[in-house]
């Protein structure tokens, strides 16, 4: 599969990400425990998306250097868009790490941790699916209907489900290891693990921990396909993906109180994902443009969350 990515960008692209992993670990208070603000959150969600402009900047750029205007023009636009849909498509993963925190009464104080595994473990989780679905697409070009078709399914289901709230106490995985595993019943601290009478037990923040990673395969199941409606390039869906999943904890944090005030903003998930799977169904008989599918998808995101302020105004 043809890809703009040279060695050295791959290389540089890496490099750059693991550098902002170390700072979050190292520089920005990411092993102390403490609350995010909303301050804190939205100056960082603004570093990120910063960030990742700039890198559609410098992307653009280098493209109309060495291949040309409309290769640039083309590929930037199909990065931001891939970056759009992926940061909208988290929401949905975003309020189920909420209901996650709030059910096990996780303190606000201790969530930033296992954040910081989630976005870790979903970086890893991203960059397999996505370099197994670029083989499958270089070799199997009817993959594109099931990716479709499974996308027009989860936007439907989505549609139906969107009041139902998940049940985690009848949980297959939260029985199964509350069933095979010793476990405390309170927290000690941020640890996953403690050593009680000479046995190890696992700690409620463990099992918050394997859930958080759990629903981020589930999503990445969805949202992978999707990105693959937009572009093929393997270094456009990776980068546009990791862009999107770095700015997570920022954008948890921004939203965590004031998420119950987006009630129609699911339906315009719902609506992104059919949209994108019907896309990618008519690929081969008519190819939506770049430009109109950012178009679409914006207004459905902005759409719902407009009516959604407007309808909980005045119930605030």
Do not use: C
Not at 205 to 228: M, R
Not at 282 to 299: E, M
């Amino acid at each position: 599969m043809e890809s703009i990515g040279t060695p050295w960008m791959w290389a540089g692209f890496f490099i750059f990400v693991i550098a902002m992993i170390l700072a979050d670990l190292f520089l920005l208070g990411g092993r102390k425990a403490h609350k995010v603000s909303f301050k804190e959150a939205a100056i960082w969600s603004l570093v990120w998306i910063s960030i990742a402009l700039l890198f559609a900047l410098g992307l653009w750029w280098y493209l109309s250097e060495t291949q040309g205007r409309a290769l640039a023009d083309t590929k930037a636009l199909e990065f931001i868009t891939g970056y759009f849909v992926e940061k909208s498509l988290a929401v949905d993963n975003i309020f189920i790490w909420l209901m996650i925190f709030s059910y096990f009464a996780v303190p606000l104080e201790y969530q930033r941790r296992i954040l910081l595994y989630g976005v870790l473990g979903a970086l890893v989780m991203r960059t397999v699916m996505i370099l197994m679905g670029a083989w499958l697409l270089a070799h199997f070009h009817w993959i594109l209907y099931v990716f479709g078709a499974f996308l027009v399914f989860t936007g439907i289901k989505m549609l139906w489900a969107s009041e139902h709230q998940p049940d985690f106490e009848k949980n297959v995985l939260v029985r199964w290891l509350r069933g095979h595993l010793p476990m405390t019943q309170s927290f000690h601290e941020e640890r996953f693990f403690v050593i009680q009478d000479g046995l190890r037990y696992a700690t409620p923040l463990f099992l918050v921990l394997v859930l958080v990673e759990i629903t981020d395969l589930i999503f990445a199941v969805d949202s992978i396909p999707a990105i693959f409606a937009i572009t093929s390039d393997p270094f456009i869906v990776l980068t546009s993906n990791v862009f999107a999943i770095l700015g997570l904890r920022a954008m948890y944090f921004l939203l965590a109180d004031v998420a119950d005030r987006f009630v129609y903003l699911k339906y315009g998930l719902a609506l992104v994902l059919l949209f994108i799977g019907v896309k990618m169904l008519l690929l081969d008989l008519y190819k939506i443009p770049i430009a109109w599918s950012l178009g679409v998808v914006a207004s459905l995101i902005a759409g719902s969350v407009i009516l959604s302020l407007l309808s909980t105004r005045k119930t605030q």
